[in-house]
């Protein structure tokens, strides 16, 4: 039985507009850097949104949180309409919706201590310093698993993990119901990352927290995710829950991101089926008509260049937009795909690390 959603995200488009001219600026188009993205999170569940660089997913975490005001959409959480929310009741709001930052050598402040930086959040909101506030962030601090005794020093004093362990706690502090990880394990190693997610697993099993997981690497995605969402160029290509995308992923795009995940096998690795596609990302500013994938999909047809696919339900939670899946052609040559796929990827679920926390 489905759950229902506890974050709603309905047709939500970020456009932003090209301006030229000399003396007088003007508008001679938009980058659609999100077009029409629809998803839904249960409470107390992961959604991975995964794709390559440039395709929108930040943007998109962005549009949800109204850091960039959304060019249409509505976006729900809980029983509130965030996009209609005025200025005074979205800063309100804010505590419930908070975001970890990819780079965390940036996003924390050098000339403050980590006492500092974790209690802003609570300053902003207007509570005074004192004892209760810094045992609050001790606390925090130990559930991360950091030092509660460090909240002295400084952000420069702590290795990239750690920063971001601080990045975590500072969204952990006024309590929300959803936190946006803005690829919060790409700028560390292997090693930290598997600690990151790790960790992030546990306080939303101890907390109940509600994730939107951006990444683009399905391989480390997978261990934290129930629902993983792949987007391509603004849209979402195919919603599936973990088990579903990879035991039986559907679109080309999909397939194609599954054949990059890498093997600890050297031999399986140089024999294994891949897609690589050709050619570079179109632009957001002119994507292609139809389906925006057409331009580099090994399966395109004449409608996939006309038309563009609407997302159809193929089983339960699992949708794709494809005009191709069940054509009497195109269809198996994908099927074959997908399985040549799947079963290379089978070694990398035997050598992989185990799913926690599942």
């Known amino acids: 039985m489905n759950r229902p959603d506890f974050v709603s995200v309905q047709g939500l488009k970020q456009f932003f507009p090209v301006q030229r001219g000399l003396f007088v600026n003007r508008t001679v188009g938009y980058v659609r850097a999100v077009d029409g993205v629809s998803f839904g999170i249960p409470r107390g569940e992961t959604l991975g949104l995964v794709g390559e660089s440039g395709c929108g997913k930040s943007t998109t ?25 005025d200025a005074r ?3 309100q709001f804010r505590s419930q919706m908070q975001m970890i930052f990819q780079d965390s050598y940036s996003s924390l402040n050098p000339r403050h201590t980590v006492e500092y930086i974790v ?62 990880c ?8 292997v090693a930290i990352q598997a600690q990151v997610v790790n960790l992030l697993s546990r306080l939303q099993e101890e907390l109940g927290l509600t994730y939107l997981f951006i990444a683009h690497d399905l391989s480390m995605v997978r261990h934290i ?7 391509y160029l603004g849209k979402i290509m195919e919603i599936a829950t ?32 891949r897609i690589i596609l050709k050619g570079d990302l179109p632009s957001p500013v002119n994507p292609p008509a139809g389906c925006v994938f057409s331009s580099r999909c090994p399966f395109a047809t004449d ?6 696919p609407e997302p159809r339900e193929m089983s339960d939670g699992h ?16 099927t074959k795909s997908r399985e040549e796929i799947v079963n290379s990827l089978k070694d990398a679920r035997h050598h992989g690390p185990d799913r926690q926390f599942r």
């Open 182 to 189: 803005d690829e919060p394990i790409s700028a560390l190693d």
């Open 225 to 231: 995710s129930h629902r993983i969402a792949v987007m």
């Open 61 to 85: 975490a962005r549009s949800m949180l109204r850091l960039h005001e959304p060019t249409a959409g509505v976006v729900r959480i809980g029983d509130t309409d965030v996009t209609s929310l």
């Open 319 to 334: 949708s794709v937009a494809c005009h191709n899946i069940d054509d009497p052609v195109v269809g198996p040559r994908i």
């Open 303 to 308: 409608i996939c260049r006309h038309r563009e």
């Open 242 to 273: 973990y088990d579903e995308l990879f035991k039986t992923p559907l679109h080309p795009y999909t397939q194609s991101l599954m054949s990059a995940v890498p093997i600890p096998d050297p031999a399986t690795e140089k024999s294994r089926a």
């Open 119 to 180: 209690s802003e959040p609570l300053l902003i909101r207007g509570e005074s310093p004192g004892r209760r506030m810094r045992d609050r962030v001790q606390d925090l601090l130990a559930l991360v698993g950091m030092n509660p005794d460090h909240i002295k020093r400084y952000a420069h004093e702590f290795s990239g993990g750690q920063r971001q362990r601080i990045g975590i706690a500072r969204a952990l502090i006024l309590n929300p119901a959803l936190i946006v």
């Open 89 to 91: 009741k979205l800063r």
